[in-house]
């Protein structure tokens, strides 16, 4: 009989930057007295830590699933993803003209309504995002510069990690904007205001227990932004539309507490306050497919992004400590859409449209189609 002494270590097995920091507080409990009864032994007097103990008895595929539970890097994906959805969602507002096509323009008083379909694809790592989102909006000339509107909108995502379900949220939005073009600029102002109900989809484990409750949280956004863009290069047959912006967006997302077997996770989810500055280009180029006017449209900007560019965490980890856990930064995110619009019946437009939004960790696909009608 040959016994040989295994190298490997609870850090060993840590599969991200954050299952290692779990791992190491983990093992940092090996010698701290336990509180609870001991399946091994007949007294909780002894010298290695609840955690610890019931840790290494898991299975492998056990504590592998430990560390992803209290990593918690499919929740930090999806605070990511859901920031990458506002900014969105903000440049689809901004991006929508009254009258493209000159339709009303001799109407002072039109009326249109508009409609914006958008399905998106992110990925973080390991971790996928899907979303799908329906804007309905609606606006009218206040006079001759200005326009005013509201907009509704619905949401609903699917995060995975590892091929997984993770999350599932939906979400309501409502925003007024205005738009105002004086001279040789035009002025777009917004505030929006997001509430998504989020729940967990593959439950929890913690040693050799384990929990299938989906956990149930609030998250809420709010953003208000401002975008001046240049006028004064364009012509019949071609708009350039430099411009630069700003906005700011809060988002909170509720604390949540859950029991695995004998063990409690406790996560305390820290509130965002981000700036995003913005500097870009909206080209457009007008034409005729036969009698069907048509224009080119497309949106490339680079965004800073300042403040809680990470989102932050804190985990109780089953009472054998407390850490604060980061997911992946978004600062320098770039932007760009391409598409087309077409004027298919009198007051009638219908538009297509790709979005990419690319970051050092991050990258986001995503179809937009649009229709307006004018009155």
Avoid: C
């Amino acid at each position: 009989l040959t016994l040989k002494k295994s190298k490997n270590t609870i850090t060993s097995i840590a599969a991200s930057d954050n299952q290692k920091r779990v791992a190491q507080l983990i093992e940092s409990t090996a010698s701290r007295p336990a509180l609870l009864a001991s399946p091994f032994r007949s007294r909780p007097a002894v010298i290695t830590s609840d955690l610890y103990r019931h840790f290494i008895y898991a299975t492998p595929k056990e504590a592998s699933d430990t560390l992803k539970t209290f990593a918690n890097n499919a929740n930090l994906a999806q605070h990511n993803a859901f920031l990458l959805e506002n900014i969105l969602l903000k440049n689809a507002i901004i991006n929508h003209e009254f009258d493209p096509f000159s339709a009303k323009a001799i109407d002072a008083s039109g009326m249109k309504f508009w409609s914006n379909t958008m399905a998106n694809a992110m990925k973080f790592d390991d971790v996928k995002a899907n979303s799908f989102t329906q804007l309905f909006g609606f606006d009218g000339n206040v006079n001759d510069a200005f326009t005013l509107g509201g907009v509704l909108g619905a949401s609903s995502e699917k995060v995975k990690e590892d091929g997984d379900d993770a999350y599932k949220t939906k979400g309501t939005s409502i925003g007024i904007y205005g738009k105002s073009q004086i001279a040789s600029t035009k002025l777009d102002l917004g505030l929006i205001y997001t509430n998504a109900k989020r729940k967990t989809q593959n439950g929890a484990t913690i040693a050799s227990f384990y929990s299938n409750e989906h956990v149930k949280s609030k998250e809420k956004a709010l953003t208000a932004y401002a975008n001046l863009a240049l006028t004064a290069f364009n012509s019949a047959n071609f708009s350039l539309n430099p411009y630069v912006g700003a906005s700011y967006l809060r988002m909170k997302t509720d604390s949540t507490s859950q029991n695995v077997g004998i063990f409690r996770m406790d996560v305390d989810e820290k509130t965002r306050n981000l700036g995003v500055f913005s500097i870009g280009l909206n080209p457009s180029v007008p034409f005729s497919l036969g009698s069907t006017k048509m224009k080119f449209e497309a949106d490339l900007a680079y965004n800073r992004l300042v403040g809680d560019t990470r989102p932050n965490i804190g985990v109780n980890i089953a009472n054998a400590g407390y850490l604060e856990l980061e997911g992946k930064e978004v600062r320098d995110l770039g932007t760009a859409s391409l598409g087309v619009k077409a004027n298919v019946y009198k007051n009638i437009n219908l538009g297509l449209s790709y979005t990419g939004a690319f970051a050092k960790d991050v990258k986001s696909n995503s179809v937009n189609a649009k229709f307006e009608i004018l009155f």
